[in-house]
């Protein structure tokens, strides 16, 4: 298991926890219950992302494979 995975299933986690801790804060207290939860599941989203993209970004070839693709397009002139 390589460490982005980890990180996904920790992130998973987090979202669910702080989903639990949503509902559980909206029940108890209202809208302004709410907020515990949605840090947390914001903090998890954002940082999902992040993941997703830098292993989008690694898988794609890197620096090299964002090169090549710069490179692609500029060559099929799209911009006129």
Do not use: C, E
């Amino acid at each position: 298991m390589t460490s982005r995975t980890s990180l996904t299933i920790v992130l998973a986690a987090v979202y669910i926890v702080g989903r639990a801790l949503y509902a559980a804060g909206y029940s108890a207290a209202g809208p302004k219950g709410r907020m515990v939860g949605i840090i947390l599941i914001d903090i998890a989203l954002l940082a999902g992302f992040g993941v997703g993209a830098y292993s989008a970004f690694v898988a794609g070839g890197g620096v090299k494979g964002v090169m090549d693709i710069v490179q692609h397009v500029v060559t099929l002139n799209l911009w006129q």
